[in-house]
């Protein structure tokens, strides 16, 4: 059996960092004392764990050498303030906010470049990507050897939840004014997310892309270790509460072969293939509080052999956060103890 | 002075029909007589024009020969039913339902390809196209002589009212049913489409093509008179009562130039181009009950300068639909008075 890790979650009151130490107690993860961190506001706060209630406590005044592992689920800035701070007291560090340059802190997913953990020295930096990068790499990793991918354009359509608590809260509420014909007042989102789509998440840069989108270019080349894809990208904000979803049209060299693309996926870890004729899974009612990415609409080219349409949805806070975090603490953990 | 026409309105208690009359009237079409034709539930119901309430009649009993011009905007089945009655008794016939084939019926959208009207002789049959083909087309045909495009790649984000009257009553429901905590009762979409996406809108066919996908790579490619162009097209419908939106993501033989793209929407007939930085247009607030396509988002591949990436929206039953059929009918007067 495996020696109890002590262990720090920062950010535990949020979306990502609540679902990461449910995770953490549904897989059975060797925890010793579990330190939950957050900012001031809600230090003192408790959250459930093993069936005892934890308090949150202030992350400025932790003392990282009583921790073996930390998760960092707390937003850039907070990371680039204390992720040093654990790193110097020798702690693993897992960063889900991808402040960290990569030479610093790999991207890993572990169903698509675990060979990346073999080449670090305990204790590892490990960069766990963002929910997109996540989805992407779990399902064209078992494609690139079969595919001779030229390049992929998706469309991400992002739920709410994607940017956190307070932006699930407003979904809520904007639906409710509107039903309610009451005066509708964006607060999080600089207007009506309720009924509407927003072409851009977050901002964007002098060329017009969005940051999401180039952190997603960077992520999956490296994750592919294709670092020349040509990947074109387009984020853009649902009124969905959970559960992200892709369109993802891939070009290769050569016709592609349908039959052995569908037993790839069928048989890929991470992935669940839904290929009844006319099915295709939905965030709602597939995908949410699942441990997979799902993959339908798995189609050729219209006149073009060489392209392929696939459609994918993913608990953007599970699969593309929490769990794949976890995930690499439990491929790590054999150098932890 | 026109001389007025006298018109039928086939399916005018729907969502297009009822804003077919409601342009017809905006933009002072010479209307002599107006018709309103619909199935027998809602014969007899009221429909307003012109400050007065108009009786809507049972389609089976009309006699063609009282009207030059008829829109048909009741479906497939009732065009292939009525249109060949219609076009016995020498009516001009717009219709938007896509039942007829390209032979008999072209399909026109006056910014596209105009031209094709010379070419008839009256009284003519034409198709005003899908809506996705509508906006495709609208901000294509600007760009085709300044790009040398070879594939285009589109996300089509539906609308609920794409697919008429019991769509956005079920949304609706559907919504309330939730924020009440209450058991949810799918009907016209066969699971949640409230707080979620589906990805396929419509039956699909053998290859996993949705009917909708293939008609608007036909139709774009006829638009934009391209019959080889390679159209790569997802259709997801989504939370949404009015407006489509779509990513379109196009690949050209040699780099684009961006500064004469941004200058040719800029000027495009039925464009409104949105280039302030950060900003961009959204179906709620911008595009529903405006009669453009709203472009925003123009920007260049990453690393890639043969690539151009584009959002576009617009209200789905105005100028998708409704208008694009009155605008038909407007070029067509002159031949018809
Ligand atoms: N949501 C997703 O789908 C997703 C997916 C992949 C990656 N991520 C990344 O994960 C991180 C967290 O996202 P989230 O969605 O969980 O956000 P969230 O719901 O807004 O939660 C933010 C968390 O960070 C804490 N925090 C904020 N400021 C802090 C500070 N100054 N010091 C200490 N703690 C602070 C908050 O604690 P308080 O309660 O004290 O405010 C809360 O626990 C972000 O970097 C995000 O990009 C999110
Ligand atoms: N909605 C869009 O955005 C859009 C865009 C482009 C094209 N279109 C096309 O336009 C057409 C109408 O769509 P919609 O969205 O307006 O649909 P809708 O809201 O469901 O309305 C359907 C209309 O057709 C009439 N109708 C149905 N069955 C009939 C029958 N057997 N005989 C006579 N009339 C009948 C209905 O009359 P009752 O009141 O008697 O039932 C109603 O007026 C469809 O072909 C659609 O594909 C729609």
Redesign the pocket.
Known sequence: MTQPIDIAV????????ETLVQILEERDFPVGTLYL???N??AGSAVSFRGKNLRTRE?DEFDFTKVRLAFF??????TLSFAPRAQAAGCTVID???ALPAEQAPAVVPEANPQVLDTLKAPATLHSP??AAVALAVVLAPLKHLVDLQRVTVTACLAV??????AVSELARQTAELLNARPLEPRFFDRQIAFNLLAQVGPSDEQGHGVLERRLVRELRELLDLPLLKISVTCVQVPVFFGDSYTVSLNASEAVDLAAVNQALDTAPGVELVQDEGDFPTPVGDAVGQDVVYVGRVRGGIDEPQQLDLWLTTD??RK??ALNAVQLAELLIKDLV
């Open positions: 920062i950010g535990a009151t949020g979306t990502v960092g961190l957050a900012s506001e809600s992350v689920a707390a937003g850039p800035a907070v889900l906010s991808g963002s929910a939840s994607a940017q956190g608590r307070e953007n806070v593309g956060a």
